[in-house]
């Protein structure tokens, strides 16, 4: 969890400097690439995958405010999501609530850290065929969300536009039921690295 201290300790030193900012109602889309940061148990599982995701917050005239969040992470599988003839997919839904904070960096400029937890559903599916018989399996699991990012921005007029960084975290302890043909492994946690791009609007 190195890289979320620096991540953290980054922001808040960034924010320290700069001028407080004003009140803010915003809508963002994010959209770019997680890269997988945790152990082996999920590195050696998941590739750098796709994440898109919205957000809305309301910040005061102190810079302080509520965000919440949805995302979505295709799961890219390691070896192209197929093993021994059989296809395998993933994904990840994300809901959030947290806090924002958020300052201004120059006359358009602005900075903001943000720090949020919710639920985590990952899904995985199986489909295929195996010693010559039909696979169509798939599972939801319902985890523990914790997220923490940081981000610059410009706004257009009412646009905004920028650039953030985050971690989320996904921890799940459902493991696999030997006794179950059905049931899949979702004892694991999830850690990302987030780069993203964001395009939103404020009102």
Known sequence: MRSSFVLGTSAVALLALAPAAR?????????GGAIPVADSEYT????????LGVRAAAVGARGAGVELGLDY???????GGQFAGLSVDGWRLRALVGGRYQAALGGKGFAFARLGAGL????????GTLLGFPVDESQTDLGVALEV?????????KATVGLQAALPIGLHVDPDDQADAHDFDFEYTAVDLDVLASVGTTF
């Not at 992470?73 to 070896?79: L, M, Q």
């Open 23 to 31: 009140a803010d109602s915003l809508l963002e889309f994010v959209a």
């Open 44 to 51: 050696d599982r998941v590739d750098n995958s796709l994440k």
């Open 73 to 79: 992470t295709i799961a890219n599988f390691d070896g």
């Open 120 to 127: 985590d559903v990952a899904g995985l599916a199986v489909t």
């Open 149 to 157: 990012g940081a981000g610059i921005g410009v706004r257009l007029g």
